[in-house]
T-cell receptor
Framework: DVKVTQSSRYLVKRTGEKVFLECVQD?????MFWYRQDPGLGLRLIYF???????EKGDIPEGYSVSREKKERFSLILESASTNQTSMYLC??????????????????FGAGSRLTVL | GESVGLHLPTLSVQEGDNSIINCAYS??????FIWYKQESGKGPQFIIDIRSNMDKRQGQRVTVLLNKTVKHLSLQIAATQPGDSAVYFCAENIGDDKIIFGKGTRLHILP
């Protein structure tokens, strides 16, 4: 069964702490994504990566950075956590959209989410 | 700007009735749309997709309709069951890899 695994389901951190959210996929997917989910706002794209060491900003990258040193792992980093970063964070992966015509090439597989509380 | 939105944040439907969940998108260049279902405590899961060269696609108990003229997408669930209770998101594909989600509609099933 294909999987996207987020290392922490629940985290509580203090304002100013550096926070790492880890995501690993076992499907050999080229693309990986980080979204945050907030009530009434849906899923908002923070960053995505279309290849190792490649990244692109999403709609709300401020306050976040990412790292993709290996194909299977995509890390989200909060350099100095703030209370407005309290949220549910969802990691996802998919095959490259450039592989046109392959069924499911643009379908995301999500992890279960990491709920972060910043005090 | 780019946005994908839903008309209603919450929808209540009687068990056994059909559900219709709506979504409006703004990027006319989007060529691929997907509906996801998110159950409590889980990440969103794929339900059905449709390409922009189609206006209708059917799955098992679900149908997606696409109206490119008014940039509108809908998900129809036939004979709604308690297990359909979830938050439903529409998403659009922009370019090769970027995927943008709407705000979501929570579907409540009434007994």
């Amino acid at each position: 069964d294909v999987k996207v695994t987020q290392s922490s389901r629940y985290l509580v951190k203090r304002t100013g702490e550096k926070v790492f959210l880890e995501c690993v996929q076992d499907m050999d997917h080229e693309n990986m994504f980080w979204y945050r989910q907030d009530p009434g706002l849906g899923l908002r794209l923070i960053y995505f990566s279309y290849d190792v060491k490649m990244k692109e900003k999403g709609d709300i990258p401020e306050g976040y950075s990412v790292s993709r040193e290996k194909k299977e792992r995509f890390s989200l980093i909060l350099e100095s956590a703030s209370t407005n970063q309290t949220s549910m964070y969802l990691c996802a992966s998919k095959t490259s959209g450039r592989l046109a015509g392959i069924p499911g090439a643009n379908v995301l597989t999500f992890g279960a989410g990491s709920r972060l509380t910043v005090l | 700007g780019e946005s994908v939105g839903l008309h209603l944040p919450t929808l209540s439907v009687q068990e056994g009735d059909n559900s219709i969940i709506n979504c409006a998108y703004s990027n006319s260049a989007s060529d691929y749309f997907i509906w996801y279902k998110q159950e409590s405590g889980k990440g969103p899961q794929f339900i059905i997709d449709i390409r922009s060269n189609m206006d209708k696609r059917q799955g098992q108990r679900v149908t997606v309709l696409l109206n490119k003229t008014v940039k509108h997408l809908s998900l129809q669930i036939a004979a709604t069951q308690p297990g359909d209770s979830a938050v439903y998101f529409c998403a659009e594909n922009i370019g090769d890899d970027k995927i943008i989600f709407g705000k979501g509609t929570r579907l409540h099933i009434l007994p």
